[in-house]
């Protein structure tokens, strides 16, 4: 293990905590935390401020790669800046026992829910369910609001021994909340490899890992039947939402569910639409900020 680390870090909207997160820890190696704004209170059911601020922070062995992975991060954040301006990395040299010693924030979603990094602390509570989560390489880790909303539809949503199929899994994140909420069997889809490896890593770090059902891919696929499906979620663009919405409402049982986000608010009416000739009745929408999150339901 080095003796030294180098710690990387900046500020910005909470909306981009995931890309930052996946940019840090594709170039870092010690870790990546994600510190969230306070003066909200969880056990009242209140939830950060839209598109409050959060500082993310990377952990980088001092060594020959170094400088390569710094610049990376560098280039990496300028590219960022441009759909929103993000101030320069912020540097610090720690020592491997103040490495060792660091603490991990986690995040608590709708009632009972706790995503929580590996070496976080919290206020724990005797129903809590606790997602152990590292992102890997993949988006989802429970900031952005996107994520948050489809855990607070699926806390909702998932029934005892359902059948859910998470489109687009990333992390894995929605894979292991449906798994913790009480899911009988979880399929998981994505077009990244990358993505498919932290899902398998994820669920591993939840003893979970005999449960693992992630496959490259997208819809159509034989290995989902049609109408086999209770829940289905993704939290996915408007774009690809509404391409699919033929092939994600087919995936669904009678009475099933689909649970979307990942859509700009402003595109909300044309994903509606193309559920709605799809066969699915929109039964639900929340809005936070500039994202939309959506639940329809399959009745025919």
């Given at each position: 293990m080095p003796s030294q680390w180098l710690e990387l870090s900046t500020e910005a909207p909470g909306e981009y905590a995931e890309p930052l997160t996946h940019l840090f820890a594709r170039y870092g190696e010690g870790g990546v935390v994600v510190e969230e704004a306070g003066g909200f209170n969880p056990d009242e059911g209140e939830t950060p401020p839209v598109?409050?601020?959060v500082i993310v922070r990377a952990y980088l062995p001092i060594d020959a790669t170094t400088d390569d992975r710094r610049s990376k991060i560098d280039l990496g954040l300028r590219l960022i800046s441009y759909l929103h301006p993000i101030p320069?990395?912020?540097?610090?040299i720690l020592e491997d026992r103040e490495w060792e010693l660091q603490e991990f924030e986690s995040v608590r979603v709708g009632k009972r829910m706790v995503i929580a990094?590996?070496?976080?602390?919290?206020d724990r509570k005797s129903d809590d369910i606790v997602i152990k989560l590292d992102p890997g390489l993949a988006f989802g880790t429970g900031h952005h609001p996107t994520t948050r909303m489809c855990m607070l539809y699926l806390e909702?949503?998932?029934?005892?021994?359902?059948k859910v199929?998470?489109?687009?899994?990333?992390?894995?994140?929605?894979?292991?909340?449906a798994f913790k909420l009480g899911a009988g069997s979880v399929t998981g889809l994505d077009i990244e490899a990358d993505a498919i490896k932290a899902s398998h890593d994820n669920l591993g770090k939840n003893d979970l890992e005999h449960e693992a059902d992630f496959h490259l891919g997208s819809l159509p696929n034989s290995i989902i039947p049609a109408g086999s499906i209770d829940v289905t979620v993704a939290n996915i663009s408007a774009n690809i939402l509404i391409v699919l919405a033929p092939h994600i409402v087919a995936t669904l049982a009678h009475d099933g569910v689909f649970v979307g986000s990942g859509l700009l608010a402003e595109r909300k009416d044309e994903v509606e639409t193309a559920f709605t000739e799809a066969g699915a009745e929109f039964t639900d929408l929340t809005i936070s900020g500039d994202w939309a999150a959506f639940s329809a339901v399959m009745r025919s």
């Open positions: 598109n409050a601020p320069p990395l912020k540097e610090r990094p590996e070496g976080s602390n919290w909702k949503t998932i029934s005892p021994g359902c199929l998470d489109l687009g899994c990333g992390s894995g994140i929605l894979t292991l909340a």
